[in-house]
């Protein structure tokens, strides 16, 4: 049975930090590509980073430079580090696995406001 078990949200201040995480189980971690979306409040849900195999990201233009993704394979376990976080990156924040199938966790919540 595949689980997908994001935390590490909460509240924080504008320019504050968060370190997500994406627990996986019944899936062949090393082989998924790992990424992280988010849906904000009224907004359709967006991407904002890719982690491949090898551990290469590539992440959209709203997030670049200050969101970083990872992974440990030995853990089956992703990570987000989330840093000068703004209103804006207030969301609802989602792990996807895309092995052999596409699963998706149910979330952690994310909210910047002072």
């Known amino acids: 049975q595949v689980r997908i078990v994001e935390s590490g949200g909460g509240y924080v201040q504008p320019g504050g930090s968060l370190r997500l995480s994406c627990a996986t189980s019944g899936i062949t971690f090393s082989r998924a590509v790992i990424s992280w979306y988010r849906q904000g409040p009224g907004k359709q849900r967006e991407w904002v980073v890719d982690i491949n195999q090898d551990a290469n990201t590539r992440y959209a233009n709203a997030v670049k430079g200050r969101f970083t993704g990872s992974r440990d394979n030995a853990k089956a376990t992703a990570y987000l580090q989330m840093n000068d976080l703004q209103p804006e990156d207030t969301a609802l924040y989602f792990c996807?696995?895309?092995?052999?199938?596409?699963?998706w966790g149910q979330g952690t919540q994310v909210t910047v406001s002072s």
């Open positions: 996807r696995a895309a092995g052999r199938s596409i699963d």
